[in-house]
């Protein structure tokens, strides 16, 4: 029998080691697993201490099942700790997928410098390099202040070490190094004279920087119509809700939809899309974008990969404002398989304007898996 904390959190290990000491007697005896977020860490290492498989399975399953970008970079370190390398690649789908976020969280001051290193090395983080820099100052305060260092540009350099020189900045566009890194106080004055004469000059100074942009990630995209129509039956986008519900069979990362546009020529639309759970807002963005008159579909972007988890249905919606007639979706799947991950789509009492499974609009899904 097993009892889960389902609230969020941010894992820490606990400092004594009898926290664990019922946990782990409990399962002994009596075969029950009772984790807590505040000792789930310390009960792995208990588990593996003792050799306790079933109960460190048990901990590494919480510990998945709690992972999200605020989390993900420290759980990254504890499961190369733990040599756990299941949790280690749900890590680095979370990261990579939500980087921004994940870069940006507390937990990431948290990490270890091997971890650190490994982090910015990544070619899959799908951000901007002035990201990553910024998470690697942080990184850098808040290690000061852990060896009881002053916070100063030589002391940050000092536990950086080689990991500043992993950090790729001469793939931030002009703007971004001379608002941000250039005046930073950690780069020498020698470093940003010359990657500012990298950026500028014909015969380019050799740098310590990696010039390779990251790769990041390349998004997939689910297609649930076989084939679009326009001329019989006009769609109209009126101002009203086109909406479809849908789930996955593992967790996926929604990073916009793609939408059908203006059958009739070029236009611009406004329009609002968003992403909820149980009637839950977990995104929108209110935006513009072009169509030229083809039944290609127009990409819509959240702010952020949104994550969603398996066997649960969410709802995607979206609200046009432009020219009425569009292309609309014809002979619509409840599933589709895409790579490794398969949808299936329902329609929602959201939908105000006709869009359902068997057709309409969002015609597709894109995501990071």
């Known amino acids: 029998m097993m009892r889960l904390s ?35 860490l310390a009960t792995l290492y208990a588990a593996k201490k003792y050799i306790v498989p079933a109960l460190a399975k048990a901990c590494v399953n919480f510990l998945e099942t709690s992972l999200e970008a ?51 090395t990544r070619e899959a983080l799908n951000t901007k390099e002035a990201v990553v820099f910024e998470a690697v100052l942080n990184w850098a305060e808040a290690e000061c202040k852990r060896q009881g260092l002053p916070v100063t540009p030589r002391n940050k350099r000092h536990v950086l070490g080689p990991a500043l020189y992993l950090v790729r900045i001469p793939t931030m566009t002009l703007e971004e190094f001379a608002n941000g890194a250039a005046q930073s106080d950690i780069l020498t004055l020698e470093e940003t004279h010359n990657i500012f004469l990298w950026y500028t000059a014909a015969n380019k100074p050799l740098l310590d920087f990696p010039l390779t942009k990251r790769k990041g990630l390349a998004p997939q995209r689910c297609h649930r119509f076989q084939s679009s129509a326009y001329r019989s039956n006009q769609w109209r986008y009126r101002g009203r809700c086109d909406s479809i519900q849908f789930a996955v069979d593992r967790r996926v990362f929604i990073a916009g939809l793609g939408l059908y546009g203006s059958s009739s020529g070029k236009a611009e639309y406004s ?14 963005n209110l935006t513009k974008f072009v169509s030229d008159g083809s039944s290609n ?51 929602s009492s959201d939908s105000t304007n006709g869009t359902g499974v068997q057709g309409g609009q969002i015609p597709e899904l894109i995501f990071y898996a």
Not at 94 to 119: H, K, Y
């Open 297 to 347: 579909t127009f990409s819509v972007w959240f702010e952020h990969p949104v994550q969603v988890e398996q066997d649960t249905f969410y709802t995607a919606s979206a609200v046009l404002d432009g020219s009425e007639l569009s292309y609309f979706g014809q002979e619509g799947m409840t599933e589709v398989q895409c790579g490794k991950v398969t949808f299936q789509f329902q329609c």
């Open 271 to 284: 329009v609002k899309i968003e992403l909820k759970r149980l009637g839950v807002v977990l995104a929108q």
């Open 6 to 40: 389902p609230r969020p959190w941010v894992p820490s290990m606990p400092h004594a080691a009898c926290d664990v000491v019922p946990a782990l007697s409990r399962y002994m005896y009596s075969d029950e697993i009772d984790l807590e977020a505040d000792t789930v």
């Open 70 to 120: 605020k989390n993900a970079c420290v759980l990254l370190s504890q499961s190369r700790l733990f040599e756990e390398p299941e949790l280690t690649q749900r890590c680095w789908e979370v990261i990579d997928a939500q980087a921004e976020m994940a870069l940006r969280s507390e937990g990431f001051c948290e990490i270890d410098w091997q971890t650190l290193e490994i982090i910015v």
